[in-house]
């Protein structure tokens, strides 16, 4: 019920008006902030529930809601009393509890500055925190962590103080940590046992992982670097126990290089690569050969490219000359897929040599077009999902895509084994229609 008639409605019904005092979800949002004497009545609000089971509180108050931080404090002091479990605040201001939220399991702060003291033990039940745009350091974290031994995810965003980042062993119950946009980041350092999955975007950081640490899923990507080639290079080393890599690249320009450490447990690799325009067309797709040879065993890749036009050489007029890696079998790999598949040569004598090189492969599923929304199985075509239109995709990609399924058909269809479940995925034949000549 919208503020306005809620508090009508109380002051008519004493009924409603207890009803109203017990429920235990608040949420204090810009719409309710516009309301006329609006601080005036969130102030009733918080007092008439202060005390009386608020679980869950949601304050997003904008500049434009003019609240001025001696209000907001006092909000705080109110609701956040024992018994709350989710708090949710955005709002531009220094950001302190007073003792009173060791009830509080999840905590959302955007916007504002979070300043734990040493010795600070006010969360100690928290067991997801996550902070967007919040001013806070690695010490600062540090004294938060040093009592929270419930923690179970972690996600920070666009923290700009933060340079150094540690995560103690005593949070065993840690599994998840999201570090992205923090530009000022330097060190991760992870030594908490069970911490499985780490997602990182941002500059290259110092990772150091403790003894005790066995990261098995990693989604990486690096901001202004090639990530794919960091990855291959540095990771191996740093983060033996990977099971899971996912690599997500923006301007990747050198080829991926061999190396001599190895994914000894990867079983699961995604490429994706963005080119916005047009990928760089120095870039050779069968330079990640060195990737798979450098995991052995691998069981699934996943190759998805995201470019609107095509600079790579032409596989048209050039097959005479097709390359092959000899001596790089890939033994284990069962499931290959690749979205966005197309004319380049360097990307047809990748899959050539998948073909001829992973003994024990199973499924091969290429989609001719990939906008970085359309996946696999999940692909939104109309004519196949029965909806009404497919996504708008511009011209030159949907020529593109059915040039890459003539190139599919000429040079590779006829080495798929039998034994190989092929998938193919063409262009929509009602939304990609177009009038395209044989190359």
């Not at 840690?174 to 530009?183: E, G, R």
């Not at 990928?279 to 990737?291: E, I, K």
């Amino acid at each position: 019920m919208p503020l306005r008639d809620a508090a009508q409605s109380a002051c008519v019904s004493r009924a409603f008006l207890r009803s109203w005092r017990c429920h235990p979800n608040l949420n204090v949002t810009e719409e309710t902030l516009c309301l006329k004497h609006s601080a005036r009545r969130v102030d009733n609000i918080l007092t008439n529930h202060s005390g009386i089971g608020v679980k869950t509180l949601n304050l997003i108050i904008p500049d434009s809601c003019k609240v001025d931080t001696h209000r907001f404090n006092h909000w705080l002091q109110i609701a956040i009393a024992p018994g709350i479990e989710e708090v949710t605040i955005s709002f531009p201001v220094h950001f302190l509890f007073g003792g009173c939220g060791n009830s509080i399991r999840h905590l959302h702060l955007t916007d504002c500055a979070f300043r734990p003291p040493v010795g600070f033990d006010c969360l100690r039940s928290l067991t997801k925190l996550h902070l967007y745009e919040v001013c806070t350091t690695g010490d600062e974290l540090g004294n938060l962590f040093s009592n929270c031994f419930t923690l179970e995810q972690v996600q920070l965003i666009s923290c700009s103080e933060l340079i150094s980042l540690k995560i103690p062993f005593w949070l065993e119950q840690l599994s998840f940590l999201h570090v992205s946009a923090c530009y000022m980041l330097q060190v991760i350092e992870i030594n908490a046992p069970k911490v499985h999955t780490l997602k990182f975007y941002g500059n290259p950081v110092h990772l150091k992982l403790g003894e005790s640490a066995k990261v098995k899923n990693l989604e990486f990507n690096l901001s202004k670097n090639s990530s794919v080639s960091y990855a291959i290079t540095k990771l191996p080393s740093t983060v033996p126990t990977l099971e899971s890599l996912g690599v997500s690249s923006y301007s990747e320009q050198i080829n991926t290089p061999m190396v001599t450490d190895k994914f000894l447990n990867l079983k699961c690799l995604r490429i994706y690569l963005c080119g916005y325009e047009a990928f760089s067309p120095a870039y050779d797709y069968l330079s990640l050969v060195s990737f798979l040879d450098a995991s052995p065993a691998l069981e699934t890749f996943i190759l998805s490219v995201n470019q609107k036009d095509v600079k790579h050489d032409s596989v048209f007029g050039n097959a005479s000359h097709m390359r092959q890696i000899l001596g790089h079998k890939h033994d284990r790999l069962r499931k290959v897929q690749i979205n966005g598949f197309c004319t380049a040569k360097s990307m047809v004598e990748l899959t050539c040599h998948i073909l001829e090189n992973a003994t024990s492969l199973e499924s091969l599923t290429v989609d001719t077009i990939f906008d970085g929304f359309m996946v696999g199985a999940d692909v939104r075509r109309c004519s196949i999902q029965r909806r009404s239109k497919c996504r708008h995709i511009p011209r030159d990609m949907i020529l593109e895509a059915h040039k890459a399924l003539t190139a599919f058909n000429r040079y590779i269809l006829g080495r798929v084994p039998p034994a190989v479940k092929l998938n193919v995925w063409e262009p929509c034949s009602q939304c990609h229609a177009i009038d395209v000549r044989s190359p």
